[in-house]
């Protein structure tokens, strides 16, 4: 908010975690229905989640469903999801702030991170996602063999 204020000032950040340190701009959700996420998806400018690790990015993906441009930090969720960049904005942390101020100031910016969205999120069927999943568990149940083997009768 530091960054972001200065050149945004009604600017808000809307934490859905488990805990937000309280500031002036920040409202923190903890648990909300799904009813209260899509009224936030809705009511949003732009979807932020710097993680340095989000597995499938199923996270960034809900967001793209509604439409949101998204800005994240490289994790391989985000690396994944967002092509590297080619459907959102990745960012480093250290440049997160700047970030968020050029898609909140700039409308074609926005407007062109929120057509990349919709037309990326299209892609992810419920089908395909678990297809992803059952992936990523095949290969953590082979690598788990590999590195414990045991007898096997």
Do not use: K
């Not at 809705?42 to 932020?48: D, E, I, K, P």
């Not at 407007?111 to 969205?117: C, D, K, N, P, Q």
């Amino acid at each position: 908010m530091e960054t972001v204020r200065p050149r945004v000032p009604d600017a808000e950040l809307w934490m859905v975690s488990d805990y937000a340190e309280q500031s002036p701009g920040v409202t923190w959700f903890e648990h909300p229905s799904d009813a209260e996420l899509a009224d936030l998806y809705a009511r949003a400018s732009v979807f932020c989640l710097p993680s340095s690790y989000e597995g499938l990015g199923i996270p960034y993906i809900e967001a793209m469903a509604h439409g949101l441009p998204v800005v994240a930090t490289p994790n391989l969720g985000a690396i994944e999801v967002l092509r590297g960049g080619q459907f959102g904005l990745m960012t480093e942390a250290r440049e997160l702030g700047a970030s968020l101020v050029a898609v909140l100031t700039d409308q074609r910016v926005r407007e062109r991170l929120a057509a990349a969205s919709r037309q990326r999120a299209a892609t992810f069927t419920w089908s395909r996602v678990l297809e992803e999943y059952e992936e990523a568990y095949r290969l953590a149940i082979e690598r788990f063999d590999l590195e414990h083997p045991r007898s096997r009768s």
